[in-house]
């Protein structure tokens, strides 16, 4: 143990832990002081002997102790070390009759004394004279560990250990072991299983008896799970199914062969006298918590011996005095019958196929036990079965008590039977049915299988658990136990055989859906069912006693009958794991022929029971005298139970079988306890701070010759009586007893310290008391009373329940609370202990809950409402409640007296406060624990001083309601509003108010109230105006010019101006409502700021703010509510506006207005879809760009102006994306299409790439369809109308006038694929019959001139490139701020992009998962614009370019966002049915226009950069400007010269390669195959032969190659092997995208091919264009480039323009006639 406090020290061990042992009660006996150098922790009696526990961990033994052999006398009179524990620390100590334990901080145990029964654990000896480790092994675990014990306990010949994980384990003899075995002794310890899985809180040892403190539910911290569908013990499946034809059997009737989970349901009432209770029935559990059915069996008045077989003597020969010597190994297994005609067996049903869980034991019954006896039945004639059916289905009939002699005949049960008894023990066996036809067995048999039918088909929906009648938590243990005892004469033992009628019962049962089991109907044969057997309708056929269930029935026993549930902690959680629990129950088990066990019988129990009638007893102790048992409650009352011969019960109550209040007088408050032999020793609060002792039992005479029979006859106590000497002692902090001693431990009070814990503790235990005094008389009273809600009426009905809850709450706070010191009084006695120190938080919150409760009910006129009620049940002058008050003043109204009732606890906070301040006094102001003790007293008196003044508040305004105007009242009172101020003092005005209106403004703490009148009529204010506080802004006015003390009032939708009528009042009113506001603000409004949070007030509330207000009057957000953030009565910032019709809006608002990014759904007719859009908004309407899901299922995606599309958009129309059957994507004007766009059809295949005009296709046009039809002119009114192309895929071609949509209408020229051509009018559309009339030309092969003037060029009537996509350059000035291209300021622009820059990234941060790392890098690299000064250089130029190279890679980036919108309008256009070779050049013309203007945007934001082809400045030294190789991004050569396409191609056209290569390769289709078709052929020569027939001279072929770094020669069979390396280096032409990087290819392939030739020739040498060709061709043919055609046209298309002249162009020449080379080759 920690050292308890500074101050202490310095005086000695001689003032704590302090031991006086004593016996008996009369004035003569002194205290006999122990004396020992340290502090004594703990002290146990046993029977003649003791052990102490000292400070340090070491154990001191005194008295009688044969055991020790070395000792002359066994008497030892001064205590003596075991030395053999000096190594150990123990930290618990126990004493038995003869024999001790304790366990070490490890968990270790060590036992020495008496073994002879195996009390110490240890096998093959019988005393053993010193500690001796004693280990407990789990075998059940894998591996075996070894179990952490807590405590011990020590009976006569038995001892249990609290295991860590706190279950209880047992060793030595007798059935006080709770063990499942018959032989004795037990030497190693085992589990008792019974009390398997529950969390066991102490045990303790009687004579032959044991007790158990068991914690009712499982501990909080753990979840509760689903519920099991496997056994916890043995892991087999708890349900089974078994499917049959026509059924599914579905089987619960789990039978575990491992042990048995028991549970709290149990029934333990029996009678008294009954010495046996082989009969009754356990069940095994899933989980611990459900409710069982509850099923005793005991035969009223009717001795039933268990005997052998072989020999029955009468039932009367068994004196009820000795029970134990006939009672089976376990007297709670089920009855298995013998069975006597074996000669008959049936097949046995699957066992525990029953709806109820069957029990389950691990050992067998030793023989086979039966029930002997005869009787006759006591029902004549059938009217007596109903009445008697009726009778037994009422519980309330007490005066009922039949107790007939009853008979039993010898059971004959078919193995069937037997077996499905056995299997379910809740089956009444013993009593064995006669075998005639009596009425009562067709009657009840009937019964039985009518109910089977119904109750097991329903079984999933009744749930048989509900259906036989578990009672309702709450039900009080007395009232049940009263219901019950006139039951037990009414059990009937008589039910016919059985066998008449299983035919029957299993044909009834086996019907389809039905469990086909026929033990189900049995189930409810037992006498115990609570099926209210009455409301069978009974209607008997004449054959076969057929009994149907009518539905009513089902329908009532499928709802509980629940009884008010007392509110009281009961109900409530646990608060927090580590503090003490108060639901338990106490278990016991053992010899109960004393009744020490306090199930009312004296019958013994080898298993561990409940005692029912402690549940709900809150206990917290449990002591065990040799045959009585005492348990401590929460409440500081004692129960006793058990022998009494010496009045040790402390009553004499009777029966003793069952546990009863020890007498003490009021105001005695019992908080240790222990029992002896034949006394019990009680430790009290009295009225002072110092404890007190009692004693009950025997008075021991100092005479100690004393005779048996004097001792019998010696006086004893009729109650507990005061030991004179306890105030002598100083402080006790615990007792304890055994055999005839009595030992207390006490302390001195140093420095005020152990007075003021004391104090502490006895002030808690008090507060406690009052507490349940109250929950007791005042609150379950008035619970009972049926008519309290409606008296009440809804409200304060709910209020006040929310208020008992609290109420609970605390009450169980406090008296965990309670236990928590009382327990660390009795050991540790640190200060950093204290629960109130340390969770504080739990205290002062539950309080200021509680307070909330109190003050709302008050506020409603709750207690003015309770006031008839409490004259109800307490009478006129309801003393009850008077007295609980402790309220000084006399004749207070009722409620008031309620009120202050409610409101006591405030007083304890003070106390709280008070008593640590004391304890704080007893240390060193600068230690840490003054610190500790100081913080939690100002804690709890400022929330005590808190807490006052919301009473006061509470007060203040249930008298305002009493004198408000009646109308107003109802609608604006509410529980949890308080007044702060009213002006009905004239105080504030409105300002510009009329002549004759009256205007009162009322203060709430979470509202302004604005009440208006006219002024003859004061009290009838007409109308009023409720201002949520939330949202509303007061600013004063200066006084300097006006000379008036006004307040400025802003809310969202209205603000005036308040004008006070002096300073004063101006600044009361302005700090009361700012302090209001800040408060409704901080979520505080109810309670105010309470002083624990620490938080401090500011003098003003913010302006900006997040708040909800429901608009009334603006016309766009009438009746909406908003909900986020607000500056000055205007939302600003992120919020969600929700209106009545549905419509949300959640985004950003500026001023009042959307504004901003925003989400916008607007639900539809259907009820399933709604138009949503997600964008920028400006000025309350969609503006900017954004995403329009619309009901119809169309999508667009673009620009906004004034909720309109405006700008560059796409339209998707269709159901589904994947399938849309349109897409349209180009430029729009006030919601319609206008300007250039593209217009994919894809139901029709048709794309239209065109001029647009409101909608309809106005203009120049271009249009391709799926089966490579185009054309190419003019639309009118949404039709191909006017001079247009038409080319279908073979080349045909007509050139004219269109009338409509592919409809020839006028003059033109047809012209066919050989050159033939008519030239006249035509008519009709295409694709089916023309009518022409015209003259018909067949161009003769010479007539060349001719031909080339019908040469058509296409594109001249498409939409100029530089036409296309406007809006969406635009958009991108927009974005830089310039209205129109190039109009603005450079700096301007760089602004725009750093706003859209941080505003982007800030979105982004709120979800990062849609930026990858790459790019949040690239974000940050843009943040540092390219800077200079001067003429761009080549370096700046680099910078600039890299700059670009990232701008276009993030879409936050204007620049990025233009690309990107780019690249789709580029793909829209061209891919699918755009993929149309004739589109090829419009193609080429449409990128080369992107880069004319971005590079105008890129001159723009660099202006110094110079324009298209111009020089930049400095240029290096080396090659001036011939060089043309830097234009490209990859380049290492400085180049000089400025070009867009060196600049923007590398960034732009990797990401529109794909759909323009696909158009080069389909226009040079046929060149491409020719080109191929001769590449084929020609590889399939070896290198030197194709070498020869290119023309390769000689010099210039390879002697040797390198192929895997081995030179070899080069053979007339060798391949692919010369210039390998420059083929390679040629075949990357494919993987490269810009001209530029195409054109390095070709550089680099020359140069390997000139390094071979220069290894070749080993000397320098310059090419010829006629040496270089074949060589040249000769690797381009070994390249095999697919699509060269396609890269030929691609690089020429795109080339830079100055680097044509070039070096590069010289090679790119090169190439290109390589390419036409190949096509013409002829092979010879």
């Known amino acids: 143990m920690e050292k308890q406090i500074s101050c202490g020290e310095e005086d000695g061990s001689g003032e704590r832990g302090l031991l006086h042992t004593w016996m008996g009660y009369s004035y003569s006996t002194t205290p006999e002081r122990i004396l020992l150098s340290r502090p004594v922790l703990q002290a146990a009696l046993g029977a003649r002997h003791g052990v102490l526990l000292v400070e340090g961990g070491q154990v001191y033994s005194f008295g009688e102790l044969p055991w020790k052999q070395n000792h002359t006398s066994s008497v030892v009179t001064e205590p003596v070390l075991e030395a053999v524990l000096s190594e150990q620390r123990v930290v618990f100590v126990a004493a038995g009759s003869v024999h001790s334990g304790v366990v070490t901080e490890d968990g270790g145990m060590h036992m020495w004394g008496e073994n002879t029964h195996g009390q110490c654990g240890l096998s093959g000896l019988s005393v053993i004279p010193n500690p001796t480790p004693v280990g407990v092994l789990d075998s059940e675990a894998m591996p075996p560990q070894t179990v952490k014990i807590l405590e011990v306990a020590c009976g006569d ?452 029971v409940c005692v029912k009638s402690l549940n709900g007893k809150e206990v917290l102790r449990v002591a065990a005298g040799a045959y009585h048992s005492l348990a401590l409650t929460a409440q500081s009352q004692v129960f006793s139970w058990g022998c009494n011969t010496s009045g040790q019960l402390g009553h004499m109550e009777s029966p003793t079988t069952l546990p009863h209040l020890a007498k003490l007088s009021d105001g005695i408050r019992v908080w240790d306890i222990g029992a002896g032999q034949q006394h019990t020793l009680l430790l009290a609060d009295g009225d002072c701070i110092q404890p007190i002792l009692y004693y009950s039992g025997q008075q021991v005479k100092e005479v100690m010759e004393q005779t048996e029979e004097e001792e019998k006859t010696g006086e004893y106590t009729q109650q507990p009586v005061l030991l004179p000497f306890c105030m002598n002692l100083g402080y006790v902090s615990s007792v304890c007893a055994g055999g005839r001693t009595c030992a207390a431990l006490t302390d001195c009070n140093v420095m005020g310290f152990i007075a003021s814990l004391h104090e502490l503790a006895a002030a808690v ?328 949070t620490g938080v401090t007030q500011r003098a003003d509330p913010p302006i900006s703010r997040t708040a909800s207000y429901t608009f009334y009057k603006d016309s766009r957000l009438k009746e909406a509510i908003y909900e986020g953030r607000w500056v000055s009565g205007k939302p600003n910032g992120r919020g969600v506006v929700k209106w009545p019709d549905g419509r949300i809006y959640t985004g950003t608002f500026k001023n009042g207005l959307e504004d901003g990014y925003g989400d916008y759904v607007v639900p539809n007719k259907n009820p399933n879809s709604c138009d949503h859009y997600q964008g920028q908004w400006k000025d309350g309407k969609m503006h900017g760009f954004g995403t329009f899901r619309y009901a119809s299922g169309e999508i667009y995606e673009g620009s906004f102006q004034d909720n309109m599309r405006h700008g560059h958009g796409m339209l998707r129309s269709g159901k589904l994306n994947s399938t849309s059957p349109s897409v349209f994507i180009g430029q729009w004007q006030y919601d319609k299409k206008s300007g250039y766009g593209v217009f994919d059809d894809i139901t029709r295949g048709e794309k239209y790439m065109g001029m647009w005009l409101d909608d309809q296709r106005q203009g120049n046009a271009v249009v391709v369809t799926q089966f490579s039809l185009y054309y190419e002119g003019s639309f009118s009114n949404n039709k191909m109308m006017g001079n247009g192309v038409l080319l279908s895929e073979d080349d045909t071609t007509f050139e004219g006038e269109f009338s409509e949509d592919w409809t020839l209408n006028g003059k033109g020229v047809l012209t066919m694929p050989n050159g033939d051509y008519i030239e006249g009018s035509f008519s009709g559309v295409w694709g089916t019959g023309l009518k022409m009339s015209g003259t018909y030309y067949k161009p003769s092969l010479y007539d060349s001139d001719k031909e080339k003037a019908h040469a058509l060029k296409l594109g001249r009537l498409a939409v100029h490139s530089e036409e296309k996509w406007k809006a969406v350059f635009l958009e991108c000035w927009n974005r830089l701020g310039c209205d129109s291209p190039g109009q603005g300021q450079t700096t301007t622009a760089w602004d725009n992009i750093a706003v859209a820059l941080t505003a982007n990234r800030r979105q982004q941060r709120d979800s990062p998962e849609l930026l990858s790392r790459s790019h949040h890098k690239t974000l940050e690299s843009l943040e540092f614009i390219p800077q200079h000064v001067g003429p761009v250089t080549l370096e700046v130029y680099h910078t600039i370019r890299r700059y670009l190279v990232k701008a276009c890679d993030t879409p936050l980036h204007p620049l990025g966002r233009l690309v990107e919108t780019l690249v789709s309008v580029y793909r829209m256009t061209y891919v699918g049915v755009g993929a149309n070779r004739r589109l090829l050049p419009q193609a080429v013309n449409e990128i080369k226009s992107y880069l004319s203007r971005i590079f105008q945007l890129v001159r723009f934001l660099f202006p110094d950069l110079p324009e298209e082809g111009g020089s930049l400045a400095d240029p290096p030294k080396e090659k001036g400007g011939s060089d043309p190789a830097g234009k490209q991004l990859e380049s290492p050569k400085p180049g000089c010269v400025v070009s867009s396409s060196a600049l923007l191609l590398p960034v732009l056209l990797p990401r529109l390669y794909p759909p323009l290569f696909t158009l080069y390769a389909l226009e040079k289709e046929k060149e491409d195959d020719v080109y191929w078709e001769c590449v084929l052929r020609l590889n399939k020569q070896p290198d030197l032969a194709l070498l020869a027939f290119l023309g390769v001279q000689e010099k210039f072929w390879p002697v040797t190659v390198t192929v895997h770094g081995e030179k070899q020669q080069v053979l007339s069979s060798t391949k692919d092997t010369c210039f390998a390396s420059a083929v390679e280096t040629l075949q990357q032409i494919s993987t490269t995208f810009t001209p530029s990087d195409k054109l390095q290819v070709i550089q680099l392939t020359f140069e390997e091919i000139t390094q071979e030739v220069l290894a070749l020739l080993k000397q320098d040498f310059l090419w010829s264009m006629d040496d270089l060709f074949p060589v040249f061709l000769f690797v381009v043919l070994r390249a095999r480039i697919r699509n060269l055609g396609s890269e030929v046209s691609l690089i020429e298309d795109l080339m830079d323009p100055c680097v044509q002249h070039g070096e590069h162009g010289i090679m790119f020449t090169t190439l290109k006639a390589c390419y036409y080379q190949i096509q013409h080759e002829k092979i010879t």
């Not at 013993?430 to 039985?448: F, I, K, R, W, Y």
């Not at 304060?796 to 327990?823: D, E, K, V």
């Not at 300073?1063 to 700012?1074: D, F, M, V």
Request: charged share 20%; glycine share 6%; proline share 8%.
């Open 157 to 608: 010949q038995h001892t249990l250990a609290l295991s860590a994980k706190h279950e209880v384990w047992a060793w030595g003899s007798g059935c006080q072991l709770g063990l499942n075995t018959s032989k004795f002794p037990v030497w190693k310890p085992q589990k008792v299983e019974h009390l398997a899985g529950r969390h066991v809180l102490q045990v303790a040892c009687g004579a032959a008896h044991s007790l158990a403190l068991v914690r009712c539910l499982p501990p909080p911290h753990e979840p509760r799970k689903p519920p099991q569908d496997k056994c916890g013990q043995c892991h087999q499946m708890l349900y089974t199914m078994t499917d049959r034809e026509d059924h599914v059997i579905i089987s619960d009737g789990h039978h575990c062969s491992v042990g048995v989970e028991l549970d709290s349901g149990e029934t333990t009432s029996a009678f008294e006298g009954s010495p046996d209770q082989s009969s009754r029935g356990k069940q095994g559990k899933s989980s611990p918590t459900e409710p069982v059915l509850s099923m005793p069996t005991q035969i009223p008045n009717s001795p039933t011996c268990i005997t052998n077989p072989e020999s029955t003597p009468p039932p009367e020969s068994k004196p009820a005095s000795e029970p134990q010597n006939k009672v089976p190994a376990s007297s709670q297994e089920p009855v298995e019958p013998t069975i006597e005609n074996p000669e008959e067996p049936e097949a046995p049903p699957t066992n525990g196929e029953f709806c109820v869980e069957a029990s389950e034991f691990s050992t067998p019954e030793p023989d086979s036990c039966r029930a002997t006896g005869g009787k006759s039945s006591p029902y004549p004639d059938e009217q007596a079965v109903k009445a008697y059916l009726k009778r037994l289905s009422d519980h309330a009939l007490a005066e009922h008590t039949t107790k007939t002699p009853s008979t039993l005949h010898s059971a004959q049960l078919s193995s069937d039977c037997a077996d499905c008894f056995t299997s379910d023990p809740l089956i009444p066996v013993a009593q064995s049915v006669t075998p005639m036809g009596s009425a009562l067995n067709n009657l009840v048999v009937s019964c039985a299988s009518a109910v089977g039918e119904r109750v097991v088909s329903t079984y999933e929906a009744l749930s048989l658990r509900k259906v036989i009648g578990y009672w309702v938590p709450g039900e009080r243990v007395e009232e049940r136990l009263r219901q019950e005892e006139p039951m037990q004469g009414k059990k009937s033992s008589s039910l016919g055989d059985i066998r008449e009628e299983e035919a029957e019962l299993s044909r009834r049962l086996s019907l389809p859906g039905l469990l086909s089991q026929g033990t189900h109907a049995l189930l409810l044969l037992h006498p115990v069912c609570r099926l209210h057997i009455a409301e069978f309708e009974v209607k008997e056929s004449a054959s076969n006693a057929k009994t149907e269930v009518s539905p009513r029935l089902l329908r009532r026993t499928s709802r509980h009958r629940a009884r008010a549930v007392p509110l009281a902690p009961g109900g409530i959680p646990e608060a927090d794991a580590h503090l003490p629990p108060l639901q338990t129950e106490v278990w016991s088990w053992g010899r109960g022929q004393e009744g020490q066990l306090g199930h009312g019988d004296l019958l013994p129990r080898p298993q561990p």
């Open 765 to 1092: 235990r008090k507060y406690y008391c009052k507490l349940s005094n109250i929950n007791s008389l005042l609150l379950q009273p008035l619970l009972k009373l049926d008519s309290l809600s409606s008296t009440l009426g809804q409200s304060s009905a709910g209020l006040l329940q929310n208020l008992i809850g609290r109420f609970g709450r605390l009450s169980q706070l406090t008296g965990q609370n309670s236990a928590s010191l009382t327990s660390f009084l009795r050991r540790s006695r640190d200060i950093r202990g204290l629960v109130i120190l340390d969770d504080a938080h739990l205290f002062l919150d539950t309080y200021s809950e509680y307070c909330s409760a109190v003050g709302d009910l008050l506020v409603m006129g709750g207690f003015q409402a309770l006031v008839k009620p409490c004259h109800d049940v307490f009478g006129k002058g309801a003393e009850v409640v008077q007295k609980l008050s402790e309220c000084s003043e006399e004749d207070l109204p009722l409620a008031d007296v309620l009120a202050h009732l409610f409101y006591l606890p405030i007083k304890h906070l003070h106390e709280y406060g008070r008593l640590l301040l004391k304890l704080a006094t007893c240390y060193e102001v600068s230690s840490v624990d003054y610190q500790k003790l100081q913080d939690a007293c100002s804690k709890y008196e400022s929330m005590a001083l808190h807490l006052k003044r919301r009473r006061k508040e509470a007060e203040y305004t249930l008298h305002f309601w009493k004198s408000f105007p009646g109308k107003m009242t109802d609608s604006l009172r509410k529980p949890s509003r308080r007044l702060i101020c009213e002006s009905s003092n004239k105080a504030l005005t409105l300002q510009n108010a009329g002549r004759f209106s009256v205007n009162w403004f009322i203060l709430f703490n979470d509202a302004l109230v604005h009440a208006q009148g006219m002024v003859p009529y004061k009290s009838l204010f007409s109308t009023h105006h409720v201002f949520p506080l939330a949202t509303l802004w007061v600013e004063p006015i200066s006084e300097e010019n006006t000379g008036i003390y006004g307040l400025k009032v802003t809310s969202p939708e209205e603000s005036f101006t308040l004008l006070a009528s002096s300073p004063a009042e101006k600044a009361k009113w302005l700090r009361s409502i700012n302090q209001a506001v800040e408060q409704a603000l901080s979520g505080l409004g109810h309670d105010g700021i309470p002083p624990s």
